[in-house]
């Protein structure tokens, strides 16, 4: 059975009803029913309905986890909504799963994609650059010196030739405990944003409501298994739950209780920790993050960057509801793949059970949304096959705001001009020196740098004599009494190049055919 997947993005709760109303309405089989000695052309039996939606919504958005009995709220809804009616005309009554025959009405209302009022923009300013305040001192800033190679020396501060450009430590105004917020606020929204591919987070989430103080809080006040450790212990969960769920977590060791027990007692444990989660005023992952949940939806098919988003997404929770959630997913995973634990309901799997009575209070619309118990059972499912790795800290967000943060701390070295800035580390410090000392350090401080790359160029193996040369002389300009050292002879600074040998005069031929004989006199005789 085909469908399309809807992906991410904002009213994707509104898109899945329309997509499966447009889809029930065209492909359900109709044909001909009698009911009380009457023919009725082109309808179905609820049982019908229900077998043949039921399939769908197991083959397409919502998975396989799908029950029949789902499928029946569902069709509750269509009938409340219009989307059905019974043979005689009436809707808005209640559905079961039988023999009853329904049809279409001539047009089945679609649901109007809500509108909001756009949000403005809050441009999050970092600091600049600026001068240190008046009557701050220069002394015990953090620097480093920057090596740099022949290339950069010569190219970007043409030392050679004696135009050093002049440069100064500048540093930020000081970070404020809000710019930190800020940062991390506005860093995990962006990083949110690009898992989910959209162009602005405005229509799936509220940035006004979204705390920095909770984000920072679940990446760093934790526990050494990862689960959030609360400041304000009045929010903690109640001590009886939390042994309750210790119970069946532990399941047959149950050493925290002292209670004795008896046949179904994990039953009774369970329905307690269930009306406890039940009753809860907000589910876990809050009203305001139902969007942003229900559109990570869309990317399950791509399952790491759906688990990204996820984490991204569960670090916006109060750490209180962070905390619950941590506490509710370990006890569900333990309980499903425990053996020894026997079936806490008649008729339901384990782990049926466990998404049927937990789905709604872990995620629900404050507004009724028509498809919010299935989008929660799906989204419950993928968190108990893969809560481990959703309810860790990403790490790569984590180091990305931290250095972000050093970064904007440190003392940052500038030249008029320049086109970037060099962030320097601080193992190091600079102090005020006297001009003499600064003579001194410039004349026999730099010795030993200036010598290494004077090596550098001599060695490169890159440049051309002529070019090697052209360098040479130039440094030999700036720096005379290093270049000295290292050739302190005419002959030291021949050996770098030495003569090529030159060409003998090539011998005439009739030369080498006719060698030069001794030359004897002759006496000539006249007969």
Known sequence: ?????????????????????????????????????????????????????????????????????????????????????????????????????????????????????????????????????????????????????????????????????????????????????????????????????????????????????????????VSKQGVVILDDKSKELPHWVLSAMKCLANWPNCSDLKQPMYLGFEKDVFKTIADYYGHLKEPLLTFHLFDAFVSVLGLLQKEEVAIEAFQICCLLLPPENRRKLQLLMRMMARICLNKEMPPLCDGFGTRTLMVQTFSHSILCSKDEVDLDELLAARLVTFLMDNYQEILKVPLALQTSIEERVAHLRRVQIKYPGADMDITLSAPSFCRQISPEEFEYQRAYGSQEPLAALLEEVITDAKLSSKEKKKKLKQFQKSYPEVYQERFPTPESEALLFPEKPKPKPQLLMWALKNPFQPFQRTRSFRM
Not at 23 to 28: D, K, P, Q
Not at 30 to 39: A, G, M, N, V
Not at 94 to 112: A, M, V
Not at 182 to 189: A, C, G, H, N
Request: charged share 30%; proline share 9%.
């Open 1 to 221: 059975m085909e469908h399309r997947i809807v992906g991410p993005g904002p009213y994707r709760a509104t898109k899945l009803w329309n997509e499966t109303v447009e889809l029930f309405r065209a492909r359900m089989p109709l044909r001909k029913h009698r009911c009380r000695f009457k023919s009725y052309e082109r309808c179905f039996t609820a049982a019908e309905a229900v077998d043949w939606l039921h399939e769908l919504l197991r083959c397409s958005n919502f998975g396989p986890e799908v029950t029949r009995k789902q499928t029946v709220q569902l069709l509750k809804k269509f009938l409340k909504n219009h989307v059905i009616e019974d043979i005689k005309g009436k809707w808005g009554q209640e559905f079961e799963d039988n023999g009853h025959l329904y049809r279409f009405p001539p047009s089945s209302p679609l649901k109007p994609y809500p509108k909001r009022p756009p949000n403005p923009k809050d441009v999050i300013k970092f600091p600049e650059w600026n001068e240190p305040p008046p009557g701050t001192s220069q002394e015990n800033i953090p620097v480093r010196p920057v090596v740099m190679n022949s290339e950069m020396w010569f190219k970007r501060h043409s030392i050679a030739i004696g135009e050093v450009p002049a440069c100064r430590l500048v540093s930020r105004r000081q970070l404020t405990e809000a710019n930190v917020e800020e940062i991390w606020k506005s860093m995990t929204l962006s990083y949110l944003q690009k898992s989910l591919g959209l162009d602005s987070l405005e229509e799936v989430l509220d940035v006004k409501l979204v705390n920095s103080k909770f984000i920072i809080h679940n990446v760093y006040s």
